[in-house]
């Protein structure tokens, strides 16, 4: 009959201290299901660290009771997610580790006894692990990795460190790695430094800092390494051998040089470390990528080693550039300043200083206005050895106009002939010439060397047009007489005008230019008319016009109506072509369209015109009598009326302190007949 107890001044045992170690299997069962319903509440209300500590207290209660396998259950979850790693509360941390091993170690799980064996190393933990504990009997170490920069370029050595360094207390003995393989997200391949024993290895001193340049090469990976399930398996690791014997407190340092193959970010995706012995095998990765950051970067002085900041928050991840060409542009005859409408040639030269031979391919195009920037064209005749024309369709080709160089030899040369044709819009442009390339023994690397250059096109003239009315040198039709005629050749019967047009040419080029001929040439008609332009005997052929001088040129243009009777106003449309060159040999010829002001001719108006005679003074040899006269300039004045009616006119001569007229000075009624002058 179980006792009864008087609970009316003091509880019964359980209920005071419900954590009291007992031998009572009634007790324990209680004492169970209360950390587990607190368990329940806390994790509810996420109270982790309350969870951890009922978790733990649970598990140390399984332990006193010998149920090693519940223990088990409850402890191994709890110490592979436990907060206080992160934290670093070591004491308990420690204390957790050692009743997780003797759990395992009394229920068979080998693999727990050394993942716990392997924390409970370092030299943070206090633990209960003897004096001499061996992992193979164990260690703890950091695996951290390291880029020299924070940017490399394809098929270029890319300098790299992996760090090992044992946090073992002093008093452990040395282990050995048999492998480390670093698996990368990236271009990069992955790689595997495999254990290779070294005499001098037996008097490595503990604390001892050791740096080794690392030969690595394509050959099989170690056959008990397997990759992880993330590292790229197209990749195959490549092998280097080391001395991977750690003693306490000693440090590694594994220098690399690493030949990425593709651009873009490349990060270590994790390093694992490899234990294999004959009675077991062991594999520690580390993922996390604070873990891995290598806060220094170590070098090799005089003095001997010495650190510096690796100058990146994340010296595990680096950006990989396209591969740095070595292929060499150059262009020979640039001007500082181009002209609109002109044809130039450029040379380009083509030189292979890779370090293997290449096959090439140029691209030009210009960069700008669409409608502004000029055609290129590469010259058919500069097809060499080895050279074909790219078969692009039409409109590639006038995009962006491209020729195979073929192959070019290491160190060799090739030039070839660019010709562009300037718009006749003044505009700014860039050209911009691609080679693409690729080295003989890399036909999967593409690599492109671009070369521009600004280039500013200006208009090479500016004109000035003046029209002045001309006395027609035929006489007008007779009113009285008119004529018919049946020539089919000549279809205009209407009143004529003879009118002159003054061009000033002015250079506003940097260069003097050749003017090899200026025309004026009809645009339209706005009315029922013929129009005859013919060059005036005084212009000059081909002259050279220097920057900002002028050149006249001189037109005449005889206008007739078709119809005798119409006489409207009739408007002609004009514009300029002037033929020029640049003052050298080998100038190209080019043609440039200034549009020139309209011309209005009034058919029905009278006008009254006015023309220089030749002087009827004879000559003397008197040439003080010569500079003491006053010049005589004779003037005829012409009117006419090409109006039907008879019309009047009062004719004045204005009076001036810088001439007088000699003659009549006033004609009071001057009367014209119809279509006369």
Known sequence: MPALYDTFLIQEPLRQDPFAVTHNPDDTATRIAIYRKSILYFEERHRTRAVERLKYELGLLYVQQGEWERALKVLKPLWEGVSWRREGWWAILGALGEVLRKSAASCGDGETVIRGAWEGMSSCLKTGLEEGYDFAQCLLVSLTFAFASTRGNVGEPLPAQVVINSHARRSTAPIVLSQILISFDGGLKDIGIKHEAQQESAAS??????????????????????????????LGPLQGVCDLILTPGSKKVLCLNLIPKDSGIVRVADITSFIETDSFDFRHIVSQPDHMRQEDYWLQTIDGLSRTPAGNHSSDEIRILPKPPKMQIQISGLQKEYLTDETATL?????????????????????????????????????GPGMTEDPLTDQRKKQMPSTQLGHIEQ?????????????????????????????????DTPVTKSLVHEMVFDRPFEADCDFQPSIDPQPMPNYFHLTETNDPDNTAQGLRQLWTSTIRLASVAPVPLIVEDVKLHLNGIHDAAICT????????????????????????????????????????TFHLQIRWRRNHPNASLASTTIPAPDLIVPFGEPRVLAAILPSPLPETDNSEAEAEAQPIIPLAYTVENPSTHVLTFSVSMETSDSFAFGGPKTISSLQLVPMSR
């Not at 200083?353 to 005749?381: I, N």
């Not at 002939?417 to 010439?433: D, G, K, M, S």
């Not at 016009?545 to 243009?557: R, T």
């Open 533 to 572: 332009i013919t060059t005036n005997p005084t212009t000059s052929q081909a002259p050279t016009i220097a920057p900002n001088c002028f050149h006249e040129s001189h037109f005449d243009i005889l206008t007739q109506k078709l119809d005798l009777d119409d006489r409207r106003s009739t408007t002609f």
């Open 411 to 443: 160190s060799g040369m090739r030039k070839i002939h660019l010709i562009f044709v300037a718009r006749p819009q003044a505009t700014e442009a860039v050209l911009e010439i691609k080679a693409l390339y690729h080295l003989i023994a890399e036909p």
């Open 347 to 383: 040379e380009v030269e083509v030189t292979n200083d890779e370090e293997d031979d290449a096959e090439v391919t140029l691209e030009a195009r210009f960069l700008g206005q669409a409608d502004a920037v000029p055609t290129l064209s590469w010259t058919s005749d500069a097809t």
């Open 205 to 234: 001193k503990l604390d001892e800092t050791q740096l080794y340049d690392i030969s690595l090469s394509n050959e099989p990976s170690h056959p008990k390494v397997s990759s992880p399930a993330h590292s790229s398996p197209q």
